[in-house]
């Protein structure tokens, strides 16, 4: 069974840090890109990152670029988001997925991942 858990989550001040953490079981870590999503209360949930295991390959959407790292530890089966210089538009249910076997230019769409996880609350206070 495919399993997705995220945690790290919380709530902090403007300019503060959060490191996200996608403990994953199940799949074959290695073949498998993971993607970060994120969504706002009244919005869709887009992506903000993602990261092939197997090429190493990370993508960023343009607003987070510079303040999030994606990483990702093989031996753990998990994948972390560390976020810097957090501001409010950051706020949001951040979900982890599997799914594609890489990431891509649409990496930040839905379509493809076929697993989530709960997902974990992050607010940025200003």
């Known amino acids: 069974e495919v399993q997705l858990v995220e945690s790290g989550g919380g709530l902090v001040q403007t300019g503060g840090s959060l490191r996200l953490v996608c403990a994953t079981s199940?799949?074959?870590?290695?073949?498998?890109?993971i993607g970060w999503f994120r969504q706002a209360p009244g919005k869709g949930r887009l992506g903000v990152s993602c990261?092939?295991?197997?090429?190493?390959?990370?993508y960023y959407t343009n607003s987070v670029k510079g303040r999030f790292t994606i990483s990702s530890d093989n031996a753990k089966n998990t994948v972390y988001l560390q976020m810097n210089n957090l501001k409010p538009d950051d706020t949001a249910v951040y979900y982890c997925?599997?799914?594609?076997?890489?990431?891509?230019?649409?990496?930040?769409?839905?379509?493809?991942?076929?697993?989530w996880g709960q997902g974990t609350q992050v607010t940025v206070s200003s």
């Open positions: 199940g799949f074959t870590f290695g073949d498998y890109a």
């Open positions: 990261i092939s295991n197997s090429a190493g390959s990370t």
């Open positions: 997925a599997v799914g594609r076997t890489y990431c891509s230019d649409d990496y930040y769409l839905m379509a493809g991942y076929d697993y």
